[in-house]
């Protein structure tokens, strides 16, 4: 009889570590379920801030065309502007900085994203192995649910013998 309490008392404990663990998982998992969240926000303001980068590098792009151009139909009267010119050869070469500063800042951005991605998935893998996890806890408190209820039931059937043998 002692030893069915004791089993009982142990099961019991386990179960409330079992309980527990399942809470740490959980609020574990309620974590990870947000981070994606998060991530995918900064994923798209990153996309928005790559497309629109890419729109200024084309109308950067178009500029830079339009000053070629300009370049080349005033090359006849270079001679006489040509003090004019260094100027503006100037602000074409601060200009293809710009563009490469953009250039390397898109890539950054690609790679960012790429990272961000990757992240995305690992905590996509981490949430399906969490959510085993949790499976396989809740299985574990349900089959010592199952445990105590026949132990329970055993007791009951002890005592309603041991009253029957003392009358």
Do not use: C, G, W
């Not at 602000?91 to 991605?117: G, M, S």
């Not at 996509?124 to 806890?137: M, N, R, S």
């Not at 809740?138 to 445990?147: C, K, T, Y």
Request: aromatic content about 6%; proline content about 1%; cysteine-free.
């Amino acid at each position: 009889m002692n030893e069915l309490y004791e089993k009982i008392d142990d099961l019991k404990k386990e179960n409330e570590k079992l309980i527990e663990e399942r809470n740490l998982t959980h609020e574990n998992l309620m974590k990870i379920k947000d981070e994606p969240k998060r991530l995918a926000k900064n994923t798209d303001m990153l996309l928005n801030a790559h497309v629109q980068m890419n729109k200024d590098l084309d109308e950067i792009k178009d500029e830079i065309a339009k000053k070629e151009k300009l370049i080349a139909e005033q090359k006849i009267e270079l001679e006489k502007t040509q003090a004019r010119y260094k100027d503006h050869d100037a602000v074409v070469e601060a200009k293809k900085r710009e563009l490469n500063e953009i250039i390397n800042y898109t890539n950054n951005l690609q790679d960012q994203i790429a990272f961000i991605k990757e992240k995305y998935a690992e905590m996509q893998e981490e949430k399906v192995k969490y959510d085993v996890e949790l499976k396989a806890l809740f299985r574990e408190i349900r089959r010592h649910s199952d445990n105590i209820n026949s132990l329970k039931k055993e007791i009951d059937t002890f005592k309603k013998e041991y009253k029957h043998e003392e009358q």
